[in-house]
């Protein structure tokens, strides 16, 4: 096969490769070892070591990072310059604080994923939902799982399936306290919009969200992860 020589082609058959990979992936069924083991396997040949981008730090490889290029400042600054909502919020709320307040109220023995649940937002930016899962955001979610895996792997951060689905439950009834706290009744009157979030995603956790700065969700967010790897103080 020759060499892709424009900008296109190689868009092109990346595409492709992963188009072919997906359905190779959906074939898994093994155990969570193998399964991370096999897919970074298919995955490396779509991963860019050419996509670089600077850092607080340093620099990383968000397409094809490894573990000794994610730096837990780095995932601070991102975070906490990070937006929810794209920043369409009453006041600023980043990431940085969300990620605090979901690993709060995840059972203790899942709170270190819940800390670093949204770290791939640091490199990768944040989506929102409505967007992040069309068809046409594929490729954003295979760089999300590809990263998160490395991040994951950094941290010795080992997740199951319940880790994953006790995650993902704080993070959907969050979004209950969140859009009843910060959404503007310009958007959406809130006695029409709170009932409706809170039949799909509730109960709400009740948690109040203080809208910190960002200099205050970064130091905070630092002040929790080392209360969370006490062993990355000690390195």
């Known amino acids: 096969m020759s060499e892709p020589n424009t900008i296109q082609e190689i868009v092109d058959r990346q595409t492709a490769r992963i188009m072919e990979l997906e359905d190779k992936v959906r074939e ?26 600077w850092t607080l730090t340093g620099r990383v490889h968000p397409l094809a990072a490894t573990p000794s290029e994610i730096r837990i400042r780095d995932v601070a600054r991102g975070l906490s310059t990070k937006l929810r909502y794209n920043g369409h919020t009453i006041v600023p709320y980043t990431v940085a604080e969300h990620s605090v307040i979901v690993s709060m ?9 819940g800390l670093l649940h949204d770290a791939t937002e640091a490199y990768l930016g944040d989506m929102i939902r409505p967007i992040k899962y069309r068809p046409i955001m594929r490729g954003y979610r295979e760089a999300e799982a590809r990263l998160e895996g490395v991040i994951f792997e950094r941290f010795n951060i080992r997740p199951t399936d ?10 959907d009834r969050i979004l209950c306290d969140e859009i009843a706290q910060l959404i503007s009744d310009v958007a959406e009157p809130w006695d029409e919009r709170v009932p409706r979030t809170l039949e799909k995603f509730g109960p709400a956790l009740g948690a109040s969200i203080p809208c910190l700065s960002q200099r205050d969700a970064e130091y905070v967010f630092l002040s929790r992860f080392a209360e969370l790897f006490p062993e990355e103080l000690a390195a």
């Open 28 to 53: 898994l069924h093994t155990e969570n070892e193998e399964c991370f083991r096999r897919l970074a396997e298919f995955e490396a040949p779509i991963a860019d070591p050419a996509a670089l981008m």
């Open 105 to 113: 109220y995840v059972p203790p023995e899942y709170a270190r994923q």
């Open 162 to 171: 319940d880790s994953f689905s006790a995650v993902k439950r704080v993070d």
